[in-house]
């Protein structure tokens, strides 16, 4: 322990504590804008400068420890004055038109220029102009880039995915697509990890609220909306609601007030994805033989465009269930259109999603199997239909909860964990059981595989067969296992891996709380919600039941296939 003394207050802290840290441990905040804990401590921003009594330099106090007898001033006259000017220099070259820009009210350059009161631009210099084809799902704004490196580190370090680099030198210096590549050639996976890690407005989602008002506008359109399973543990956080007041059922309720005319549940499809992926795999143990294993979980659309450009020798590993978005759409198009006697050209499929790459996945030419079109037209993220919701002047603290549409808004517990990392595990196995012994398991009896862990394993056993599973999140970890499995230093039948750290409930989509990882305390929300559902098994969900006895007839029969499934090579 060292002992330093903070704006005239004793402080003890660890050797190896910043200066940032021992300041936060007494309650004694600093300003930071690029800082990042254990992913960006470089300093960039220089906004968390201190005074050192003997040190004529300020330092950064995010790259600076502590020391025994340290006299530290946060807030000192020469402190204020220099982080001050740092921020102006840094809104020098920042395009400032905050009234349009997608994080304003929610970002960090604009609230600390605010706190620190700077009302003139002193120092304003030319926007750098870059082209961006902004039909790509991800959209990058050089004019608000402010050069932090969050994106960088957490692409490179996080994603293992290295899609961001520096450009240019001297004043001209941003952050570009790396190897002098446009964003659609690069290998980014959509992932939207830099996006939630931007503390500006630099990055954003291709915007498609303006399509969905359309739909709903156009009188001979029947809008139907579905909602995955990790928007319900996040959609209430950008709108300042409760956790406990932002409930499914009230987003069903907002939406309803919008004008969208049936809303179900993207958990209904992710217990039919639980249905044909059980099913495929039990076939592939059967005939384990003439199978490569481990079958690769295929839901997550960040993972599968990792994995067609990272290993494409592998891609034939994924299981050819569709994602549970997928399932819906092209269920919607099909039974649902003809439940209500209308042409399947006349639905709009939309989805509420806490994902970017669930836009591209929608767009892919192999997702029109119902041939009316995409089966899912319009993909909008949480943070789109919370702007939604706020165009309409809604106030969803103010409407009671109201009922999800019938029949593909009943989902199962196991469908609602699908949202955190090692849920579509967990709901798997728990089928896969029953449909193996005929008995249900303990709802809870493979919660092993819960966790924020990054790689986490553990062996089942159903019916006297050992089952080797293995649960990744974070595609640096996805590499990693990868890597191991290629090597043979693992072996495994069957892994799910989501690209973003925490499954969906992380997603690239999701609202963004500067700073802080939501993925965990969002997680445990599903969790709460399965713990307390009455129906805890896909294969006991009676809408599931319905569409097979009714339309599909089984798993893995003839037109399950047509509609379910899919190569994955488009
Ligand atoms: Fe996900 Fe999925 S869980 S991919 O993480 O399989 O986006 O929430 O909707 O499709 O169900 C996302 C979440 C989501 C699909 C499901
Ligand atoms: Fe990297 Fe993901 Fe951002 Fe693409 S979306 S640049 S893979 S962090």
Known sequence: MVNVTINGTPVQAGEDTTILEAA????????????????????????????????????????????EGMVISTNSPRVREARRTNVELILSQHDCYCASCARSGNCNLQSLSNDLGILDLPYRREMPVSEWNKSFPLIRDFSKCIKCMRCVQVCDKIQDMNIWDIANTGSRTTVDVSQNRKMEESDCTLCGQCITHCPVGALRERDDTDKAFAALADPDTITVVQIAPAVRAAWGESLGLPREQATAKRLVAALRKIGFRYIFDTTFSADLTIMEEGSEFLAKLRNRENETFPMFTSCCPGWVRFLKSQY???VRQLSTAK??????GAITKSYYAKLLDVEPERI?????MPCLAKKQEAALPTMDTA??????????TTREIDRMIRAEDIHPGELPEEEFDQPLGVGSGAGVIFGATGGVMEAALRSAYYLVTGKNPEPDAFGNVRGMDGWKEAAIDIAGTTVRV???S??????RLVEALRKGDVQYDFVEIMACPGGCSGGGGQPIAEGEERAGVRAETLYGLDNISALRFSHENPSIVQVYRDYLDKPLSHRAHELLHTAHDA
Do not use: W
Request: glycine share 12%; proline share 5%; net charge negative.
């Open 24 to 67: 936060a441990s007494a309650g004694i905040h600093i300003p930071t804008l690029c800082y990042l804990k254990g992913l960006n401590e470089i300093g960039a921003c220089r906004v968390c400068l201190v005074e050192i009594e003997g040190i004529e330099k300020l330092v950064t106090a995010c790259g600076n420890k502590v020391a």
């Open 312 to 314: 494409p020798d592998m």
């Open 323 to 328: 994602s549970p978005q997928q399932m819906f």
């Open 348 to 352: 709009c499929s939309i989805s509420v």
């Open 371 to 380: 041939g009316a079109g995409p089966d899912v037209d319009i993909v909008l």
């Open 470 to 472: 293995a649960v990744a």
């Open 474 to 479: 974070g595609l640096g970890n996805a590499r």
